[in-house]
């Protein structure tokens, strides 16, 4: 089983960025559909961004044109690019991998991930 280790998060003000990083123990990172999930208190978890092995990337609606999903495989890592953060953008953020590459990672559903990591903190104030 792939261990997935999410750093980068912490507390910006709105406006600002924060790149976060994905860190995988083996080469999951280029065999696999990955992607990133957020979850806020109270609130169900979410699909942010997905890429492809070839390198092709999905977003949800609300992160398109602010947010940039990316992976280098060299270094079994993936990325997510947030610019201009929003308050709503506040979450504990998740790395997860799909092997079997199905067409429901694109759709960032859930239930397609087997892998998960522990999640990386972001907080954005007003």
């Known amino acids: 089983q792939v261990q997935l280790v999410e750093s980068g998060g912490g507390s910006v003000q709105a406006g600002g960025s924060l790149r976060l990083s994905c860190a995988a123990s083996d080469n999951t990172i280029s065999r696999a559909c990955m992607a990133w999930f957020r979850q806020a208190p109270e609130r169900s978890r979410e699909g942010v961004a997905s890429i492809q092995t070839d390198g092709d990337a999905d977003y949800a609606d609300s992160v398109k044109g602010r947010f940039t999903i990316s992976k280098d495989d060299a270094k079994n890592s993936l990325y997510l690019q947030m610019n201009n953060l929003k308050p709503e953008d506040t979450a504990m953020y998740y790395c997860?991998?799909?092997?079997?590459?199905?067409?429901?990672?694109?759709?960032?559903?859930?239930?397609?991930?087997?892998?998960w990591g522990q999640g990386t903190q972001v907080t954005v104030s007003a």
């Open positions: 997860a991998a799909d092997r079997e590459r199905s067409v429901l990672c694109r759709l960032l559903v859930l239930a397609a991930f087997e892998s």
